[in-house]
């Protein structure tokens, strides 16, 4: 009935009708999907909240080794007694800085690694294998070299945090700028494009999607590389509280530097996710 109501309608009574039901349709998808969302935050958050409870009331009552595991409240108290006098801060202070340049170096010379790479291809067949192996090579065995390089401090971190984050978006990015469509590349030179006309206006372009999700990638290198690099030359961050804390058998101290850490690097994470969204919206 609704159809053959539809055929009598004029040609613009139809377009309107079907951009009105079309609209309905898009405003239904939109409220389901929020809902789905917003389902998804509050499980999310239940399990959340659940372990906690567990874990409090397990340490508590002595389910489990509360030297060991220590528990929530503990944890909550420790992190705000030396908030108060501003130690933790100083150590966070110092692991985000060194994490954020870790990002942001390796990002950029693992991308401009891959362009290089891809401007030569005998350059790039020489370096294949090398690259291959430097990614499957320990990073964490680099640490020693690091330090008699540059000294027993942030230069250290920084470098070992590199190691990691260099050569996987180098990996990643170079696949990236090989799996571009040569046609379109063809055309560019059909019309007298050079190989950076192909580059800026083919390549770069049709990888920016997987450029930007490198940035993920990198967010949990960068802090590995960081905490590693602080495990064995730093006396401040909180992989240095990590390892002092193990020192002197304070596990409340180890696990609640691994809290802050989970929490800075998730920030980090949506910080990242956020940029993506933007700068992909524009583009």
Same mark, same amino acid.
């Given at each position: 009935?609704?159809?053959e109501?539809?055929?009598?309608? +004029?040609?613009t009574e139809?377009a309107?009708f079907?951009a009105?039901? %079309?609209?309905?349709?898009?405003?239904?998808?939109?409220k389901n999907?929020r809902?789905?969302?917003?389902i998804a !935050?509050?499980?999310q958050?239940?399990?959340?909240?659940?372990?906690?409870?567990?874990?409090?009331l %397990?340490g508590r009552?002595q389910w489990i080794?509360a030297l060991l595991?220590?528990? #929530?409240s503990?944890?909550a108290v420790?992190?705000?007694?030396?908030a108060?006098?501003g130690?933790?801060?100083?150590? /966070?202070?110092?692991t985000?800085?060194e994490?954020?340049?870790?990002f942001v170096?390796g990002t950029?010379?693992?991308?401009a690694?891959?362009a290089i790479?891809?401007?030569?291809p005998?350059?790039?067949r020489?370096?294949?294998?090398y690259?291959?192996?430097l990614?499957?090579?320990?990073?964490v065995a680099?640490? #020693? /070299?690091f330090i008699?390089?540059? &000294?027993?401090?942030?230069?250290a971190?920084i470098?070992?945090?590199l190691?990691l984050t260099?050569?996987?978006t180098?990996?990643? $990015?170079?696949?990236s700028?090989?799996?571009?469509? +040569?046609?379109y590349?063809k055309?560019?030179?059909?019309f007298? &494009?050079?190989?950076?006309?192909?580059f800026?206006k $083919?390549?770069? #372009? %049709?990888?920016? #999607?997987?450029i930007? +999700?490198t940035l993920? $990638?990198?967010v949990?290198?960068s802090?590995?590389?960081v905490?590693v690099?602080e495990?064995?030359v730093?006396?401040e961050? /909180?992989?240095?509280?990590?390892?002092?804390?193990?020192q002197?058998f304070n596990?409340?101290?180890v696990i609640? +530097?691994v809290?802050l850490i989970?929490i800075a690097a998730?920030?980090m994470y949506?910080?990242?996710?956020?940029?993506? !969204?933007?700068?992909?919206g524009?583009?």
């Amino acid at each position: 009935m609704k159809d053959e109501a539809v055929k009598q309608l +004029s040609t613009t009574e139809q377009a309107g009708f079907t951009a009105q039901l %079309a609209e309905q349709e898009l405003g239904r998808f939109r409220k389901n999907a929020r809902r789905i969302t917003w389902i998804a !935050r509050f499980t999310q958050l239940s399990i959340l909240f659940v372990f906690m409870i567990w874990w409090e009331l %397990a340490g508590r009552l002595q389910w489990i080794d509360a030297l060991l595991f220590s528990y #929530p409240s503990r944890i909550a108290v420790l992190i705000y007694s030396k908030a108060m006098d501003g130690s933790i801060f100083i150590h /966070l202070q110092v692991t985000i800085w060194e994490t954020i340049i870790g990002f942001v170096l390796g990002t950029l010379f693992g991308t401009a690694a891959a362009a290089i790479i891809w401007w030569s291809p005998f350059l790039s067949r020489v370096l294949d294998p090398y690259i291959v192996v430097l990614n499957s090579l320990p990073k964490v065995a680099l640490g #020693p /070299l690091f330090i008699v390089a540059f &000294g027993a401090g942030q230069l250290a971190i920084i470098a070992t945090t590199l190691s990691l984050t260099v050569i996987i978006t180098l990996l990643v $990015v170079s696949n990236s700028f090989k799996e571009v469509d +040569s046609n379109y590349s063809k055309v560019v030179k059909i019309f007298g &494009g050079t190989r950076g006309h192909i580059f800026q206006k $083919v390549i770069l #372009p %049709a990888t920016y #999607p997987t450029i930007l +999700s490198t940035l993920k $990638v990198n967010v949990g290198l960068s802090w590995v590389g960081v905490i590693v690099g602080e495990f064995l030359v730093s006396k401040e961050g /909180l992989g240095y509280l990590i390892i002092y804390g193990f020192q002197v058998f304070n596990f409340t101290l180890v696990i609640g +530097s691994v809290i802050l850490i989970a929490i800075a690097a998730a920030v980090m994470y949506q910080g990242v996710a956020f940029l993506e !969204r933007k700068l992909m919206g524009r583009r």
